[in-house]
């Protein structure tokens, strides 16, 4: 049965979220950036990567203004495969973390997202059709035909938890000359466990830009 979409409230988000979100960013920017709205059009979020840090840095505010931060993201490694990313509130309280599997993820991206205090992954993020983030990444390179593929090519992830019930999927959607992806909730889930995921999909995007 799908969730009911009354917009439930996150703790640390901007506001209460209405589903399906959808994770927006231009192409070609000089510092990665993330525009998080609802499905009403409502801003949720804004995301900047810090640049030339040594351990990968990312601030996560309530809206483009960045007079208020909600959450920072940081790398516990310098560039490797299978950092670990953390999770705090403005206060440095732990909001969980996400982490990816190096070799495992070479070809078919997998993720381990971390509820706060636990060992043992809570959720775990697949990429669906690996496929499609090739097709995407390598025809989106050729003139003429590159405007096309978001139009054609969608990759998508799915989270699902330890015991396999799926629970949000992240999956590119058209768009001409900016990268548009949408989150959509699959299943009921905590105001904690559904910041973790959101938290977890911004970092796994700004991460799988990079491999293409």
């Known amino acids: 049965m799908r969730p009911s979409s009354t917009p439930t409230a996150t703790p640390s ?9 959808t994770l927006s960013f231009k192409v070609v920017a000089l510092a990665p950036q993330i525009y998080v709205t609802d499905a009403d059009g409502q801003t ?3 995301v900047k990567q810090k640049l030339l840090k040594l351990k990968e840095q990312v601030e996560v505010f309530r809206d483009q ?5 909600v959450a920072h993201i940081q790398a516990n490694k310098v560039i490797d495969w299978s950092a670990r990313y953390n ?5 440095g309280n732990d909001l969980g973390s996400v982490g990816r599997r190096g070799l495992r993820s070479m070809w078919k991206a997998h993720y381990d997202v971390f509820n706060p205090g636990d ?4 959720f775990f993020i ?21 405007f096309f593929t978001g139009y054609f090519i969608h990759p998508s992830y799915l989270a699902s938890r330890a015991d396999g019930t799926p629970a949000m ?16 909730k699959l299943t009921d889930l905590t105001p904690n ?17 990079r491999r293409g």
């Open 13 to 21: 988000t901007c506001n209460p979220v209405n589903y399906p979100l």
């Open 169 to 184: 999927r992240l999956k590119k959607v058209p768009a001409f000359w900016e990268g548009k992806f949408n989150i959509e």
């Open 44 to 46: 949720i979020c804004y």
């Open 87 to 91: 999770f705090t509130d403005p206060a």
């Open 126 to 146: 697949q990429e669906e059709n690996p496929w499609a983030k090739i097709g995407d990444s390598v025809l989106g390179g050729i003139p003429i035909l590159g």
């Open 119 to 122: 060992q043992n992954a809570d």
């Open 193 to 209: 466990e559904e910041l973790n995921l959101l938290l977890s999909f911004l970092m796994l995007n700004l991460l799988e830009r």
């Open 65 to 69: 203004s960045r007079a208020e931060k």
